[in-house]
């Protein structure tokens, strides 16, 4: 039993050294992988750390499919990933078809950190984010949820009142959806703002490469490069346009570059 369990860690260990040796990687050399999780896992090692904004690390969807070059494998692992309570699918709020995903460790660990916030002005009955945590994140995967499961679910732990889901949405842990306000997201406190710098990194990257000659670049050079407009760096930006088709890679003789691909 022993020789499973040392066997089963120096996986780990290996696995975890490789994502520290890839962390240090430029995106070139490490922007496909064969595997969506060990792609989630370096994603998030390489995670910008970002002034002013209380997040755990987040992934885009679209990151994953510039990452593993078969979609149907992506959707796949992630949809076992998140029935395995792995990770957490969130629909964002920017107008497109945007999704993030987030570690179910880190997703608690960010509740976590705004019931604290809310503890220390005294905002409510907090006690309603225990009963979130354990009754509806464990046994609710999907990215949302409609008012009446949400009350059962949240009535497992104690008696719910309307100011216990206004508590959750001001925490930015619901949101209602706007088509039917009966039906919730399932959100991340403190991400919109970054939103809005996801939306304005993209139009300043797409911006740029449309003003250069044949509208590309080399990815070595390019990753380098700040955005005016976005929290987040460059390689974060990349990786989401690749995988969304507004940017493709073109191997040449001296490297990958990258193009702004044709309406």
Known sequence: MNNITDSSNSKKRRRDEEIEDEEALSLEDNLTFSDTLVALRVMRSQFPRIDKVSIQP????????????????????????RREKVLRVFKLNTGQDDHAIMFLDDYLNQIERVEKRMEEKKQGDLEVFKWFKTSVIDSKLEPSIGHQELCELLALGGKVKDEHISLLINAGVLTRQLIDPDMYWFAI?????????????????????????????????????????????????????IGSGHLKTIHTPTGLAVRVSKD
């Open 58 to 81: 987040i992934i885009l969807q679209s990151q994953i499919y510039s990452s593993v070059n078969d979609r149907t494998q992506v959707d796949r692992e992630l949809e076992s990933l």
């Open 189 to 241: 406190p403190n991400i919109g703002s970054l939103l809005k710098g996801l939306s304005q990194g993209r139009k300043e990257l797409l911006s740029f490469l449309n003003r250069r000659r044949y509208k590309e670049m080399m990815l070595a050079p390019l990753e380098k490069k700040r955005l005016r407009l976005s929290p987040f760096d460059m390689r974060f930006h990349l990786r989401d346009l």
